[in-house]
């Protein structure tokens, strides 16, 4: 274990050296690629600027309501879980922040949405987003920066693999997940984002649609939580002990300002501010209110009666479904799209007992199924009145349906695959799992040395 871990230092030191001559490298042609800018900026322009001061303002908007949702994800997740691992589940989406942010801006940008090699990976020449400037974006749109472009795609990287956290919540280590989420967002999110986001990637060019992560982010998501429960094992007492939540006020908040920040996660994904921006805007709230609606009334006459926690978990089962379809579907077929996802979503977080695996916060039930139903649906409800570049079956175009079908299954693979893999490395390398004594203890105080709570 000693060679092992002496091993894995040498390699992140060798990592940061390089990191570090890549970052003086990269000053340096700043700094002679900036004398030349500063003679021409005394010279008259040749041409207007083609960025739109507008649509640049409302990515950056969009940018930071995206961001906002994966604290919003923690404090979701954060009720859920017993007192003792508050904070863990909390730290859970912050480090994500923090993690995936230096990632993105390294080498996973590139990965994803750089010059595409075969339509599989992009190239790694925006390393340290070298060339990702002030100037027009060559992806996207040329009416806004390319850095704000970056920006905005990086909150998506940053929330994937926070979704991911509510699957082995209470008995991860805080190492291994540190290791997980690293390897995750360059191994797995980078290359389904250039498949599906990139215009080179070989689903976009199949005719793939996928608005804002039906695939990339919640069917992906969704998978790898199932694969991390099964590798990780249930809770020492699970179905045995009571495990309520300790704060069901924290998940109607999260559950809130995800709705808040959704607006951004969809309507954002328009890049531009024009009439699709407003289209996915009104298809996001209607199908949100329209899930939670259908996911209480199904509760209600399932139980007896509808409760807070149901109504928070249908509206998020909402932003999950109609998140590929929200440029593409029409405000009637929102409706149909949430109340389906409220209906089944529920459906799938009740048999989930019955299964024998212990995803602690049904991110399978609401993502992973929520995520392939709003996928599917996509392929059925894309109107080419609201938006050209989508005709589903409803349409005239049954083949659309079967591109669906081929673009989650192809994320289900990779993503649960490569899961698999990262797992089993990062088990040999420093273990998953807490011991016994730590899970016993709670996350909180054994990885953190902290209480959520100080009530006397």
Known sequence: MRQIVRSVSIVLVAAALFVFASSIASLADQGVNNAPAVAAAAAPAASPSPIDSGDTAWLLISSALVLIMTPALGFFYGGMVRKKNVLGTIMHSFWAICIVSIVWVLWTYSMAFGPSIHGIIGNLSWFGLRGVGQGPSPIGSPKVPHLAFMAFQMMFAIITPALITGAFAERMKFSAYTIFIVLWATFVYAPIAHWVWNPDGWLSKLGALDFAGGTVVHINAGIAALVAAMVIGKRKGYLEVPMMPNNIGYTVLGASLLWFGWFGFNAGSAITSGGLAALAFV??????????????????????????????????????AITPAAGFVTPMGAIAIGVVAGMICYTAVNMRPKLGYDDSLDVVGVHGLGGFWGAIATGIFASPAVNPAGRGLLYGNPHQVIIQFLACGVTLAWSGVGTYIILKVVDAVVGLRVSEDEEELGLDLSQHDETGYNLY
Do not use: I, Y
């Not at 609606?293 to 807070?308: D, I, N």
């Open 283 to 320: 298809t996001t709230n209607t199908a949100t209110a329209a899930a939670a609606l259908g996911w209480s009334f199904t509760e209600w006459a399932h139980k007896g009666r509808p409760t807070v926690l149901g109504a928070a978990s249908g509206a998020v089962a909402g932003l999950v």
